[in-house]
Every structure is written in structure tokens, then in C-alpha cells.
């Protein structure tokens, strides 16, 4: 989060030779690309809480990823899978999504992040140019859950979502 209180996003092409978490040297704990596309889920840790300071997306070697970053203490919690149409939950609106493709995630026991107004809009973060095409984060927020699509230029491509602390991150790799 700025020092304003707004939220950032960017898109970050990494260089084809550094599989790394866009904007950090640490190498991820996903040795091996992406190759399923069912349902994955982890429950959050017990004294979760968080708050979303950024949304970025990079390009790698054989992946595309998107991060979610956090401010706070604890692990959030997360569900993902590939949806046939993105729905806003509570009132079924239609959000579009940009892509052939949508992964839906749900981000658990985190806190909305407001800015100076006490509004928070969000954007739709662009993609890489080869897999994600967008991220809608914040679509929906509801009792610490924060619904966010992925659109991807190709359906049901192979994902895999893992997190990472220092700065806790959920990151999402979808296979090229």
C-alpha cells in the first residue's frame, strides 16, 4: 500500500532466464511446473491477519505468476479453481473477465484494504501478453474472504497456488 493509502498493481515481465517471485530473490517452493488443473485449496493459520497491499503480475520461463501480497501476521487461506463464467458472489453479477479461460480464487482471513476515502476500488491488473491476460482482485469481499478471477488466454491450462512469507504472498503459477 502507498503511503496515501491506495493500493498498487503492476505487470512485471521478468527476464526468460529468472524464475523468480516477481520483485523478490527468493526462489519459490514450486520446483516444478504447473501440471494439473483440479481444485486446490490450504486452510489459513489460526492467528491470520492480513491485509492486501499488491497484486502484480510475471512472466517466466514455462509459467505465467500472479501475487497477491499482504501486510500483517499469520497465513491466509485460499481456494482455487478454473469456473466456467465469473459470477460476483451474494448478488450473481457478471464480472467480465478478459481470456478463453477463468481461474476463481477465494483468499481467506484477510481484511479489506480501505483507502483515504474509506472506498477501496480495484482495478483489473493486465496481463503478460502470454498466459494471464487479467486479475480481478477484490471483486467480492465477505467476512475475510476477498473473491478475485484470473483470466487466462487459454481454458484449463495447468496451475498450481503455494505461498510465501517475507512478505507473505499467495502466488498462483499457470503453465504456458
Known amino acids: 500500500m502507498t503511503a496515501d493509502g491506495s493500493m498498487t498493481t503492476s505487470v512485471t515481465a521478468a527476464p526468460e532466464s529468472t524464475p523468480a517471485d516477481v520483485g523478490a530473490t527468493e526462489w519459490d517452493s514450486n520446483s516444478t511446473l504447473p501440471t494439473d488443473t483440479a481444485p486446490q485449496s490450504s486452510l489459513p493459520s489460526a492467528s491470520a491477519d492480513l491485509t492486501l497491499t ?23 487461506g485460499w481456494r482455487a479453481r478454473y469456473v466456467d463464467s465469473a459470477t460476483q458472489d451474494n448478488c450473481n453479477k457478471p464480472i467480465s473477465v478478459t481470456g ?30 502470454s498466459v494471464v491476460t487479467e486479475v480481478r482482485e477484490g471483486v467480492s469481499w465477505s467476512e475475510g474472504d476477498m473473491q478475485s478471477f484470473i483470466g487466462t488466454a487459454r481454458s484449463q491450462r495447468p496451475f498450481t497456488v503455494f505461498t510465501l512469507s517475507g512478505p507473505t504472498r499467495v502466488v498462483v503459477d499457470i503453465a504456458t
Open 54 to 76: 499488491d497484486v502484480r503480475v510475471g512472466r517466466h520461463p514455462g509459467f505465467d505468476r500472479v501475487v497477491y501480497e499482504f501486510t500483517g501476521t499469520g497465513t491466509p
Open 100 to 129: 478463453n479461460g477463468i481461474i476463481q480464487i477465494y483468499i481467506n482471513r484477510i481484511t479489506f484494504p480501505y483507502d483515504n476515502s474509506g472506498v477501496r476500488s480495484f482495478s483489473p491488473v493486465p496481463g503478460t501478453g
